[in-house]
């Protein structure tokens, strides 16, 4: 095999999911520009967005990568069954990674917005948030991960090509959408919205 075959290759298997990955970013971005309502309501939340939408990507990107090399190295089987507790073990850590990392980064925007003297919601509110977006997308993220990364190696796909363009586009959509979910749900509860 040639360097042209290994770059064509490549190509093939990668294009579509950055396609994927171009139109979900869009798609996100609309939905981010149709929350300003939202961003009114939670000051610092537009702060917060880049900061868990990274953390999507990082943690869930782990999270494919591992499961990718486990599928190389014959770890793990690419089908989900209840008790391969590896795939369980990594999905459940991908999940509490992003719900502490959110919360973190909720923690931190409030401190350094009110260093700065900036407008900022209530902490509650900014955890609250961090916290309800951070499980929702989540649990779809894990769900998609595994899913894209098992369905592209039973089909001779390299599951290193796909992981981080699936990550990225779920992440952002789903990551603004549920985004949007949580201020919604968490200003209801908190009688504001």
Same mark, same amino acid.
């Given at each position: 095999?040639?360097?042209?075959?290994?770059?064509?290759?490549?190509?093939?298997?990668?294009?579509?999911?950055?396609?994927?990955?171009?139109?979900?970013?869009?798609?996100?971005?609309? /939905?981010?520009?149709?929350?300003?309502?939202?961003?009114?309501?939670?000051?610092?939340?537009?702060?917060?967005?880049?900061?868990?939408?990274?953390?999507?990507?990082?943690?869930?990107?782990?999270?494919?990568?591992?499961?990718?090399?486990?599928?190389?190295?014959?770890?793990?089987?690419?089908?989900?069954?209840?008790?391969?507790?590896?795939?369980?073990?990594?999905?459940?850590?991908?999940?509490?990674?992003?719900?502490?990392?959110?919360?973190?980064?909720?923690?931190?925007?409030?401190?350094?917005?009110?260093?700065?003297?900036?407008?900022?919601?209530?902490?509650?509110?900014?955890?609250?948030?961090?916290? /309800?977006?951070?499980?929702?997308?989540?649990?779809?993220?894990?769900?998609?991960?595994?899913?894209?990364?098992?369905?592209?190696?039973?089909?001779?796909?390299?599951?290193?090509?796909?992981?981080?363009?699936?990550?990225?586009?779920?992440?952002?959509?789903?990551?603004?959408?549920?985004?949007?979910?949580?201020?919604?749900?968490?200003?209801?509860?908190?009688?504001?919205?």
């Amino acid at each position: 095999m040639t360097v042209r075959d290994v770059a064509v290759e490549a190509y093939k298997e990668a294009l579509p999911a950055l396609a994927a990955s171009l139109v979900g970013g869009l798609v996100a971005g609309v /939905v981010l520009g149709g929350m300003r309502a939202e961003l009114r309501a939670v000051p610092g939340l537009l702060v917060l967005v880049p900061a868990l939408l990274a953390t999507r990507g990082n943690v869930y990107g782990s999270l494919g990568a591992r499961i990718a090399t486990a599928l190389h190295q014959g770890l793990i089987e690419p089908r989900v069954t209840g008790g391969d507790e590896r795939l369980r073990a990594a999905a459940t850590a991908a999940l509490a990674n992003g719900v502490l990392t959110s919360t973190f980064a909720a923690v931190v925007a409030y401190f350094l917005l009110t260093f700065l003297g900036s407008r900022v919601a209530p902490l509650p509110i900014l955890v609250g948030v961090a916290i /309800v977006a951070g499980l929702l997308s989540g649990i779809v993220l894990t769900v998609v991960v595994v899913s894209v990364v098992f369905a592209g190696y039973r089909r001779g796909r390299n599951p290193d090509t796909i992981v981080g363009p699936v990550v990225t586009t779920t992440g952002d959509v789903f990551g603004v959408l549920f985004l949007l979910i949580a201020v919604r749900t968490v200003l209801a509860v908190a009688g504001v919205f």
